[in-house]
């Protein structure tokens, strides 16, 4: 018989556990409040990165710097409200922030009612026509994942706009602001100038919407090195085995087959050794390309590291899976690859295959490791050759 506890002991328990329960909820709200913060510094230090980069060190503090400075602030309250619900905004999201900016932005300009003033305005909005422009030709580049060209884009435009925004507000001597001090932007704050308010107004909300744009796409930068592979531009390794630890919970729930067919390229070497490096490289690329073509939008596609590829199939079983790999096969050892140097070059892999028949449950270590068997035995058999193996616990 186990002994009861005695009585003080119980009365001591429900205490220790609000205690515990306290302790909790604060570790978790700590943990939430250190999340936030470092979500914030993260988007500091990437503004900065940003400003540093757009207006260069040695140049006068100028009047853009008032207005990226500005943006930046206002960036970022923007990506604290989006991240209040989401880590990251979209595109769509960006580019309804900046219809809305741009909507404020004429609402502003149409109040002007004073000849001078809306000449003003429409001086000041040439500039901001450039920086818009520049936003709208780089958002699509960027949505087609060409984030250096976008960034690129960014950095030959903004600079002439931004000269000719200094132009503009130079040509106007009551206009002019002329250094970043503190007396400077109190002054601006306190500004009944409604021209001076529309011109800075105007400018921040185009810097605003290219601001987010380059931040954006910097974290877009960073989520796609994190996950895809230098070379081939497939997934890593690290992103694959994500994709596939969920994709087998996905059938542990909702049971149906899945395969993994693992890829390797035949005498790699001797290809590297003949034709040079930068070659080998120009196959793996190829290579990937043509893995990727042959298969369906659900697969997922991935490069392991050196010569070796890695194909899950959702929805596939042992059959189907020999089926694709067969026709992979046929198709790299039937066609030569075209190199950029104009030359025909020959390759062929090699293939293995394990599945997880329907109902079935298994890991992905199991199926690695039962494809990595199937791989071993199409080299030990002559290569170009796909082989099947049926894993212990699949
Ligand atoms: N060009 C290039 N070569 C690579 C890369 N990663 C690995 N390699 C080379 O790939 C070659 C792989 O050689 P092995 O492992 O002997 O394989 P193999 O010559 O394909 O022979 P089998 O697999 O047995 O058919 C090595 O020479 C590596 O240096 C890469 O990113 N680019």
Redesign the pocket.
């Known amino acids: 018989m186990p002994e009861r506890p005695p009585m003080g002991a119980l009365r001591l328990t429900l205490p220790l556990k609000l205690i515990i329960a306290f302790g909790v909820v604060c570790a978790i709200t700590l943990f939430q409040a250190l999340a936030v913060w470092r979500n914030v510094s993260v988007i500091d230090s990437n503004l900065q990165r940003i400003t540093d980069k757009l207006i260069p060190q040695n140049e006068r503090v100028g009047a853009l710097t008032v207005i990226i400075l500005r943006a930046s602030l206002e960036t970022r309250h923007a990506m604290l409200m989006l991240n209040a619900n989401k880590r990251k905004a979209t595109i769509g999201e960006i580019r309804q922030l900046q219809a809305q900016a741009q909507q404020l932005v004429q609402e502003v300009g149409l109040n002007i009612t004073s000849e001078e003033g809306r000449a003003r305005y429409s001086a000041i909005q040439v500039t901001q026509n450039a920086f818009w422009a520049a936003a709208q030709q780089v958002l699509p580049l960027v949505e087609q994942g060409h984030i250096d060209e976008a960034v690129n884009l960014l950095e030959t435009s903004i600079i002439p706009a931004r000269n000719r925004f200094l132009d503009a507000v130079n040509a106007q001597k009551e206009w002019q602001i002329k250094l970043l001090d503190d007396e400077t932007t109190a002054s601006l704050e306190r500004s009944h100038s409604t021209e001076v308010q529309v011109a800075v107004m105007s400018a921040v909300t185009a810097a605003l919407g290219l601001v987010l744009v380059v931040l954006f796409m910097r974290q877009d930068q960073l989520i796609v090195t994190s996950t895809r592979d230098e ?1 081939t531009g497939l997934l890593n390794r690290r992103e694959f085995t994500r994709l596939a630890q969920a994709e087998l919970a996905r059938v542990a729930r909702v049971p149906g087959p899945t395969s993994l067919v693992m890829v ?10 003949r034709h040079g ?5 120009e ?2 690329q190829q290579l990937a390309k043509k893995l990727l073509a042959g298969v369906r939008t659900l697969d997922v596609v991935a490069r392991m ?3 070796e590829f890695v194909l899950l199939l959702p929805h596939t079983d042992a059959q189907g899976a020999l089926a694709l790999a067969e026709k992979l096969r046929t198709s790299l050892a039937q066609t030569p690859l075209q190199l950029r140097n104009g030359e025909d070059l020959w390759i062929s892999a ?1 293939f293995g295959v394990s599945s997880l028949p329907q109902g079935q449950a298994g890991t992905l270590e199991a199926m690695y490791a039962s494809a990595d068997k199937a791989l071993y035995a199409a ?1 030990a058999n002559g ?1 170009n050759r796909v082989e099947f193996h049926h894993g212990q616990g699949l």
């Open positions: 070379l390797d390229a035949d005498y790699f070497k001797r290809i590297n050794d490096h930068p070659v080998g490289d196959v793996l590291g050196g010569e090699s080299k290569r």
